[in-house]
């Protein structure tokens, strides 16, 4: 009876994390997540269609910090600069995360050099 006891609580454990990471799954495949970003241009590479923005916490997803951040259209970096303070959309599927929109609304003087 005991190695059958043994047996019954294996299979249950491996029920129990197929179930939980069934519903994790389940969890991640939602629908889109639409968060507003506002920050400083840091860098650009409009080759790879990145940015790295110094941004502020992002309310329930992200406390503040520098990070690079995808587009998935480069007319979305169309007119920005290094040094511009910008406001935009950024959107969380699953594992990926992307920036939707970026609008200046600020831009650094054009007497201090751009690094």
Not at 1 to 11: I, K, L, W
Not at 54 to 82: C, D, Q, W
Request: aromatic share 2%.
């Amino acid at each position: 009876m005991r190695a059958s006891s043994g047996t019954n609580r294996a299979v249950v454990l491996i029920v129990v994390l197929l179930l939980a990471s069934i519903v994790g799954c389940n969890k991640q495949e939602g629908p889109a997540q639409h968060h507003q970003i506002e920050g400083l241009v840091m860098a650009l590479d409009s080759t790879r269609n990145r940015v790295i923005i110094a941004h502020e916490e992002i309310p329930h997803y992200m406390k503040a910090m520098t990070m690079p951040f995808t587009v998935r259209e480069s007319n979305v970096l169309r007119g920005i600069e290094v040094g511009d303070s910008v406001r935009g959309v950024v959107t969380v599927k699953k594992s990926e995360v992307w920036l939707d929109s970026l609008t200046v609304i600020a831009r650094m003087s054009s007497s201090e050099p751009h690094h």
